[in-house]
């Protein structure tokens, strides 16, 4: 006896913001592959074909996309790294040196809440 048929394994390529068709929205849309296998006793043995589509994450529209289109739209969506790239800034009191934010205020607002030092919350106006 022996058992065949067919089998089909999706995998993600990209994470898109598209403009959709039904719905009008810029929205996120997932770009997989769907691969279609021949299977032999549960083990996939020879691909049958590949199908690769886009997903609105707003309405869930799917449409089919070529392949071009999709290897395309993968290179735009991870841009190559460059090659001696300036490496990040170095970091003084957890800020870059040159521009960054400036340090945030100390002691701003009164305290509220839990007070570790004395092991209780503060007795303004609670429960009096």
């Known amino acids: 006896m022996i058992i065949f048929g067919y089998r089909s394994f999706v995998k993600f390529l990209a994470m898109l913001t598209l403009v959709c068709p039904r719905c009008h929205n810029p929205a996120a ?3 997989q592959q769907r691969s279609r296998w021949f299977t032999l006793f549960f083990v ?3 691909p049958m074909g590949f199908t690769r589509f886009t997903t609105c994450t707003f309405c869930g529209l799917t449409q089919r996309v070529s392949k071009e289109d999709a290897t395309a739209m993968v290179a735009a969506a991870n841009p190559p790294q460059q090659v001696g790239a300036p490496q990040p800034a170095q970091l003084q009191n957890g800020y870059p040196q040159q521009g960054g934010y400036p340090p945030a205020p100390q002691n701003q607002y009164p305290q509220q809440g839990w007070d570790p030092q004395q ?5 303004q106006g609670w429960g009096r």
Not at 119 to 123: D, E
């Open 29 to 31: 849309h997932r770009l």
């Open 44 to 46: 996939p043995v020879i």
């Open 119 to 123: 092991g209780q919350y503060p007795q």
